[in-house]
């Protein structure tokens, strides 16, 4: 996948192998992260729960969520050209998990 610079007005655009991985992930952290929020009196919404699924490598292979690296090899380079706020931003605006 080549990643170009974009100009802002334009929108980042993600696999339908990225979306499904974030999903995913979702499925098997999204209940605890409910519960730990819970816990502390707080809740979860949805830039909080695609940060949990892309922070911390959960996209990686090693991790065990995902098979594959396509979806973590695409986030990587989304970040590097776009910076990892725009990246979550963008995918907050794609993806609804919360």
């Known amino acids: 996948m080549t ?10 655009t993600f696999s339908q192998e990225l979306r499904i991985a974030v999903h995913l992930v979702w499925q098997q952290i999204g209940q605890d992260c ?4 819970e816990e502390c009196g707080e809740s979860i919404d949805n830039g909080g ?12 292979p090693d991790a065990g969520f995902v098979r ?3 979806a973590h090899k ?5 970040i590097d050209a776009h910076g990892y706020h725009a990246v979550h931003k963008a995918l907050c605006k794609a993806i609804r998990l919360a």
């Not at 409910?34 to 929020?37: F, P």
């Not at 695409?74 to 989304?78: D, F, P, T, Y």
């Open 3 to 12: 990643v170009t610079k974009q100009s802002k007005a334009q929108a980042l």
């Open 34 to 37: 409910y519960s730990c929020a």
């Open 49 to 60: 729960a695609v940060e949990a699924c892309i922070d911390a490598g959960r996209l990686h």
């Open 68 to 70: 594959g690296d396509a």
């Open 74 to 78: 695409e986030l990587r380079a989304m």
